[in-house]
């Protein structure tokens, strides 16, 4: 079991709480900083992801601002992008993480492209993990999934949108249903996963405020965001990789790959959005092999 390091990070008069897996890199490695989901969840569901201490890097997780064991003030005029960008190079700097790979999963990857449009230095790679690049398309893909569901919980998930009772027990036992499907296929869920629902459920005004109640009930302040014309922009050796059922589907996935100059695209066969949890050594396999050949490429 490799070393854990936690504490926290003063950021915009808040704290900031972070987590590193690992000692120290082996000669030629680089440390592999992860962005998580939500917006609003917490680190918890990417715990599989220690395992990559075992090859030679540090892993470093942190909860957001407004998530999990961060401070989690009320303040909805607080939660944007930039808020968010600020905090990757704060935490960058007060942890030394001059050079980095960057892995970022859903709402991860959707903050770590924003912030590889600022141009930051020492990003030796990009992982995109089961992310958009448009919230506009991510919506109508989940609608398109949504429409699959069994009529029944599709009209209990549509009587309690209309009548604005989305906190209600009915609508989050509907909404199961297609987590189930196409957020995490693992059953039962695992205890690191279930850590993150509750936790975003014990502080949702992040995930309320820029997304809405649901995975597919998008009414928050990202519902217009979309970057998929400035992929172009980003410069980094980049791996987007999702699962077969993901919520962010093979359409999603082949935009930013298509997007993003020289960027691949791994395709998990039975995982849904949380590939790395529901095929976690084969996730590891794939996401060492593309980090050491980034490493090898840089050191050549």
């Given at each position: 079991?490799?070393?854990?390091?936690?504490?926290?990070?003063?950021?915009?008069?808040?704290?900031?709480?972070?987590?590193?897996?690992?000692?120290?890199?082996?000669?030629?490695?680089?440390?592999?900083?992860?962005?998580?989901?939500?917006?609003?969840?917490?680190?918890?569901?990417?715990?599989?992801?220690?395992?990559?201490?075992?090859?030679?890097?540090?892993?470093?997780?942190?909860?957001?601002?407004?998530?999990?064991?961060?401070?989690?003030?009320?303040?909805?005029?607080?939660?944007?992008?930039?808020?968010?960008?600020?905090?990757?190079?704060?935490?960058?700097?007060?942890?030394?993480?001059?050079?980095?790979?960057?892995?970022?999963?859903?709402w991860g990857g959707m903050l770590a492209m924003e912030y590889m449009l600022t141009q930051?230095?020492?990003?030796?790679?990009?992982?995109?993990?089961?992310?958009?690049?448009?919230?506009?398309?991510?919506?109508?893909?989940?609608?398109?999934?949504?429409?699959?569901?069994?009529?029944?919980?599709?009209?209990?998930?549509?009587?309690?949108?209309?009548?604005?009772?989305?906190?209600?027990?009915?609508?989050?036992?509907?909404?199961?249903?297609?987590?189930?499907?196409h957020v995490c296929r693992t059953d039962p869920t695992p205890e690191f996963v279930q850590?993150?629902?509750?936790?975003?459920?014990?502080?949702?005004?992040?995930?309320?405020?820029?997304?809405?109640?649901?995975?597919?009930?998008?009414?928050?302040?990202?519902?217009?965001?979309?970057?998929?014309?400035?992929?172009?922009?980003?410069?980094?050796?980049?791996?987007?990789?999702?699962g077969r059922y993901d919520e962010a589907t093979p359409l999603i996935a082949e935009t930013?790959?298509?997007?993003?100059?020289?960027?691949?695209?791994?395709?998990?066969?039975?995982?849904?959005?949380?590939?790395?949890?529901?095929?976690?050594?084969?996730?590891?396999?794939?996401?060492?092999?593309?980090?050491?050949?980034?490493?090898?490429?840089?050191?050549?």
């Open positions: 079991m490799s070393a854990v390091q936690e504490g926290y990070i003063p950021f915009k008069g808040y704290q900031t709480w972070y987590r590193i897996v690992g000692e120290k890199e082996e000669p030629g490695k680089l440390p592999l900083l992860c962005l998580h989901g939500g917006p609003g969840a917490a680190h918890d569901y990417l715990e599989s992801l220690d395992a990559m201490a075992d090859s030679g890097r540090r892993v470093i997780f942190y909860d957001q601002l407004g998530c999990g064991n961060s401070n989690t003030p009320s303040n909805q005029s607080m939660w944007t992008v930039d808020l968010y960008i600020e905090e990757i190079n704060v935490v960058r700097e007060a942890l030394g993480l001059e050079t980095i790979h960057l892995l970022g999963q859903s930051p230095k020492g990003v030796a790679s990009l992982t995109i993990a089961s992310s958009p690049a448009s919230m506009i398309q991510w919506v109508a893909e989940a609608n398109r999934l949504r429409d699959e569901l069994p009529p029944d919980v599709q009209a209990m998930l549509l009587k309690h949108e209309s009548a604005g009772t989305t906190t209600s027990k009915e609508y989050k036992d509907a909404m199961m249903v297609f987590y189930k499907r850590r993150t629902y509750d936790k975003t459920d014990q502080y949702p005004e992040v995930y309320n405020t820029m997304n809405g109640p649901s995975e597919f009930h998008v009414i928050g302040t990202l519902k217009n965001w979309d970057i998929i014309p400035r992929l172009g922009e980003i410069r980094a050796p980049t791996m987007v990789t999702s930013i790959r298509s997007g993003i100059p020289g960027a691949e695209w791994v395709l998990f066969e039975n995982s849904s959005h949380m590939a790395h949890a529901e095929e976690p050594e084969r996730y590891m396999q794939v996401l060492d092999g593309f980090l050491s050949r980034i490493e090898a490429e840089r050191n050549s």
